[in-house]
C-alpha cells in the first residue's frame, strides 16, 4: 500500500519564476493539505483541498495555489517565486468523515525547493 | 490562536538514558494531540496520539499523556536509541472546527551518542 507520494525530489528555480509541485495520497485518502517548512522550523500551513476545493488557507499569500484532482491527487503552484520561498514542501493526506476529520495525516517526503 | 510550544534543542543523550521532550499547548476546547518524528532526509511520521484528556498515546516505547490541566503533552521514552536521533514535532488540530489543519511546535532535535 503506497503512502503519501511526492515529486519532485529537489528543485531549483531562480528568482520570478514559477513552480508546480505534485502529491499524490495514500490510498483511501480524500484530503490533501500541503505544508511549507523552512529551515529548522515546524511546517506551516498552506491550504487544504478536499472535493476538489480549497476548504482552508493559511497565511500565504495569493502566490501559492493548488489544485485537486478527482482522482484526489494534487498540485501546489508558486508564481514569482521569491529567496524566501526556499523550503521543504510537504503534502499530507487523510480521510474526511462527513464534515469532521480527526484522523491524523499522513505526509510525503517532501519537496525540497531551492531559490537562486 | 492555537499553538504549540516545545522545548528547544538540541537535546544530547546517551544511548538508554531517559528521554523527556516538554510540549504546552494553547487550544479552545480539547483538540487531539499528536507528537510527530522526522527522520533526516524524510517527511513527518505519527509517532502516537491522544484524543482526550487523561489519555496516554503510546509507540515503539514512546509515551505521551495528555494534561488538560497543565495544558501538556509531554514526551516520554526510557531508554533511547542511536536510531531515535530525529526532530520530534508537537502538534494539534488548528483552524475551522471539524476541518483539521494541524499546528505545529518548532521542532526539538534529539541527538543520541552510543
Known amino acids: 500500500d503506497a503512502g503519501v507520494t511526492q515529486s519532485p525530489t529537489h528543485l531549483i528555480k531562480t528568482r520570478g519564476q514559477q513552480v508546480t509541485l505534485r502529491c499524490s495520497p495514500k490510498s483511501g485518502h480524500d484530503t490533501v493539505s500541503w505544508y511549507q517548512q523552512a529551515l529548522g522550523q515546524g511546517p506551516q500551513f498552506i491550504f487544504q483541498y478536499y472535493e476538489e476545493e480549497e476548504r482552508q488557507r493559511g497565511n500565504f499569500p495569493d502566490r501559492f495555489s493548488g489544485h485537486q484532482f478527482p482522482n484526489y491527487s494534487s498540485e501546489l503552484n508558486v508564481n514569482a517565486l521569491l529567496l524566501g520561498d526556499s523550503a521543504l514542501y510537504l503534502c499530507?493526506?487523510?480521510?474526511?468523515?462527513?464534515?469532521?476529520?480527526?484522523?491524523?495525516?499522513?505526509f510525503g517526503d517532501g519537496t525540497r525547493l531551492s531559490i537562486l | 490562536g492555537d499553538s504549540v510550544t516545545q522545548m528547544e534543542g538540541p537535546v544530547t543523550l546517551s544511548e538508554e538514558a531517559f528521554l523527556t521532550i516538554n510540549c504546552t499547548y494553547t487550544a479552545t476546547g480539547y483538540p487531539s494531540l499528536f507528537w510527530y518524528v522526522q527522520y533526516p532526509g524524510e517527511g513527518l511520521q505519527l509517532l502516537l496520539k491522544?484524543?482526550?484528556?487523561?489519555d496516554k498515546g503510546s509507540n515503539k516505547g514512546f509515551e505521551a499523556t495528555y494534561r488538560k490541566e497543565t495544558t501538556s503533552f509531554h514526551l516520554e521514552k526510557g531508554s533511547v536509541q542511536v536510531s531515535d536521533s530525529a526532530v520530534y514535532f508537537c502538534?494539534?488540530?488548528?483552524?475551522?472546527?471539524?476541518?483539521?489543519?494541524?499546528?505545529f511546535g518548532t521542532g526539538t532535535r534529539l541527538l543520541v551518542s552510543p
Open positions: 502538534a494539534l488540530p488548528g483552524g475551522k472546527t471539524g476541518f483539521q489543519k494541524l499546528v
Open positions: 499530507a493526506s487523510s480521510f474526511t468523515s462527513g464534515s469532521y476529520s480527526n484522523q491524523p495525516q499522513h
Open positions: 491522544a484524543t482526550k484528556a487523561d
